[in-house]
């Protein structure tokens, strides 16, 4: 178990540097909303005595409650769990798939710890961690044939991800091909987990699906090459991981039932967005990138094992080393990055110009970035999106969305289009000035129209006008 623990140190070292480098997700945010509410006794709602359920991981508000009621901080507590999730994750995978293999370990601590996007993932505030956890454990249930406990706790993540139908489909169809009969008595169970809150959240938003699914339904679909590479080469690394993850598993799917379905869980869940083909954010394939460094491992391992056979590699001396240079990349990275932008220019001033503002918790603000916004303020916030504000679909464009919300205050992306529509739109214009700018970088001042259109990608910078 010192290899382990030893990984773990590994992990948590790493992502602590990522931690002071990267931010929270905003999204992160409106779930903290909810889970704020909840937590105050004002229900599982994000604008307070609106029944909309705009979040896909009610399960994750839930427990994100339970810093707000402890009055602790709610960004390092899921910090704080999501370094817990990774490090049972890790032991999950040592355990039942490697069979405490130390090669295969110390290779997929490395690749892990020092991987950017899991750092990203790890540290942005998101459920993904949880639900890669307990989609691991249910699967591990399921090859030590406790299928029962299995499709229980994979039911109940759907509410943590919906994405979670993925691999109780996989295990059910792969139950009945092993079997070759249908054990209705094993799925009663694991069907009124689901059916039951299913009921409860139909009487209390009156719809079951999530307003977030239905309003990014409308969003159109992602090219397919974006989609592709999002999902399986979210960073360069995965240039090379990859390739070694298709031969480690060709070289252990016969031997290792969970390996077997690691992959068919990894492919089914990449071709599950591809067919469907939605705008994806970085936590959504965090499950498919994890079992792609876990393959990976196997099959780095095996050629090294094949390649060296001197190489006396279950020798702690090379996971030291391993561990040594992700430890000092990620310090390169947080000495020559610094404290996040993000965390200070964003989420720091706007915690600090409206957190302890009554006044403001009584006002309308328009936003497309409901996050940090909504959580920091307090106020009703319109959606732009209609994420949690699906009146908002009633109205096509986005200078109608704003004169029907009445909005005190307009937060808005510092890009070309926003930037050219406070200024040329007569409507805007006449009702609204600039207040004040959120930039990742630190600028103060409006910024101006940009002459030569962006291609549009996501970055962290707002302006705030508030109603003249």
Known sequence: ??????????????????????????????????????????????NIGEKIMGTTAPFFAIISSIPFLLHLPVQKFTVMLNLLCDCASLYLVYKYMFNQNRVYF????????IDPMANRVSIGGMEADLFLTLSLFGLTLYVKNKKTFSFTILSAIYFLRPEAVILVFILFCYDMYQTKKLAIKQYLLPALVVAVPLVLIYFYYGQILPQSVVAKSTAGRESLSNLVKNIFFPDPLFFILAPLAVYGYLKQFKKNKSVFLLGIWALTFGMAYIIRRPYIWSWYPFSIEFSILTLASIGTGSLIQKLLKHLNAEKGFYFYLLSFVAVVAWSGVAMYKGRSGVETNVYKQLKADFGSDPEIRKKIIFADDIGAIGFFTGAYIYDGLALVTPQAFNYKTVTERIIHSNADYIFLYADPAYISLTKTDSIIDSRYAFYKRYSIHG??????????????SYAQDYILLKKK
Do not use: H, Q
Request: hydrophobic residues 55%.
């Open 1 to 46: 178990m010192r290899v382990f623990f030893m990984g773990c140190i590994t992990i948590v070292a790493c992502r602590l540097l990522a931690a002071w480098v990267l931010p929270t997700f905003d999204d992160a945010f409106i779930t903290y909303r909810y889970a704020l509410n909840f937590a105050s006794g004002n229900g599982l709602v994000y």
């Open 106 to 113: 110390f290779l997929l601590v490395f690749f892990f710890a």
């Open 443 to 456: 600028e103060k001042s409006a910024p101006v129209k940009s002459i030569n259109p962006m291609p549009w």
